[in-house]
């Protein structure tokens, strides 16, 4: 069974960096096919995807968002993490990791606020 | 990037309607698309894969179909746990989009 789980900060400064963490089980990482994706949902708005990272390690990033966000991965942990520079008010939202090319399951997600 | 626009972006119905929602892809994206629910507060749940494979799990009122660039979900028979938004997922390129999504509330 595929579990994944977000952590991150609650409250996050404009012009700072995000980093959240998303720990997962059922699954390896280091295996062709396997995916690990982020997207998020400002309140009372729609789904945005954001990042992708394979098992081969290729990353795939939003057009609009590929200069602020860094990918990575560590196996050893079950861990992915999302890096996202220079935060703004409107990054404020629930951030999920998830699991596949569609997305059978998801983190419970995380909500992150961006406020000085 | 590929654009995924929802018809309508609320719908008002009652219990026992069929209920079909629209997904248009800016441009052909086969058969690679999936269908979730959506209720406050929660993640979302995958409904639909492939435009028409039904998730397991998932009662036999909904069904998907669509290929291309033009999709729809229906709900045979609205149940009472069936009020929620509901999104379409292309994951047809390296940047997926989701639509801006569908409210299903009651009439």
């Known amino acids: 069974q595929v579990t994944l789980q977000e952590s991150g900060p609650a409250l996050v400064k404009p012009t700072q960096t995000l980093t959240l963490t998303c720990t997962f089980s059922g699954f390896s990482l280091t295996t062709p096919g396997m995916r690990v994706s982020w997207i998020r949902q400002p309140p009372g708005k729609a789904l945005e995807w954001l990042a992708r990272i394979d098992g081969d390690d290729e990353k795939f990033y939003s057009t609009s968002l590929r200069t602020r966000l860094t990918i990575s991965k560590d196996t050893s942990k079950n861990q992915v993490v999302l890096t996202m520079t220079n935060v703004d008010p409107v990054d404020t939202a629930t951030y999920y990791c998830?699991?596949?090319?569609?997305?059978?399951?998801w983190g419970q997600g995380t909500l992150v606020t961006v406020s000085s | 990037d590929i654009q995924m626009t929802q018809s309508p972006s609320t719908l008002s119905a009652s219990i026992g309607d069929r209920v079909t929602i629209t997904c248009r892809a800016s441009q052909t994206i086969s058969s690679w698309l999936a269908w979730y629910q959506q209720k406050p507060g929660k993640a979302p749940n995958l409904l639909i894969y492939?435009?028409?494979n039904l998730e397991s799990g998932v009662p036999s009122r909904f069904s998907g179909s669509g290929s291309g660039t033009e999709f729809t979900l229906t709900i045979s028979s609205l149940q009472p746990d069936d009020f929620a938004t509901y999104y379409c997922q292309e994951y047809y390129s390296y940047s997926p989009a989701f639509g801006q999504g569908t409210k299903v509330e009651v009439k």
């Open positions: 492939k435009a028409s």
């Open positions: 998830t699991f596949g090319s569609y997305y059978r399951a």
